[in-house]
């Protein structure tokens, strides 16, 4: 019975010790973790930084587009409306012209029967 014990506590004595051993190579890993971590939260500063810079201009940049869009669409309105305009008037001239054929294609008929005796 006493071997018996003595080998549960040697069992129990190397479980131990491996869990020390364990536990220390674990501390250790996180430690380098922890160091790797310090440069990273660094590295993500620093670019974050960029980050922010970059979106500052983008957002002045824009507003620029934004200003030169509304500028762009009031003129496509003005060009909109010189347009129906003009198409308007280009029906009514020729509608004009189309009354305007007939009359010149007689003038030049009347025309083409006259003869420089004639005058």
Do not use: H
Request: hydrophobic share 45%; with cysteine; aromatic share 2%.
């Amino acid at each position: 019975m006493l071997g018996k014990q003595r080998a549960d506590l040697n069992i129990a004595r190397d479980n131990y010790e491996t869990g020390v051993i364990k536990l220390k190579k674990t501390g250790e890993d996180v430690a380098i973790l922890e160091e790797e971590l310090k440069i990273f939260a660094v590295e993500v500063e620093a670019k974050k930084e960029v980050a922010d810079a970059q979106a500052e201009v983008i957002g002045v940049e824009k507003a620029k587009v934004e200003i030169e869009n509304d500028k762009a669409n009031i003129e496509a309105e003005k060009c909109a409306s010189i347009k129906k305009s003009v198409d308007i008037e280009l029906a009514v001239v020729q509608k004009e012209l189309d009354a305007a054929l007939p009359l010149v294609e007689k003038a030049e008929a009347a025309l083409q029967g006259l003869n420089v005796k004639d005058f």
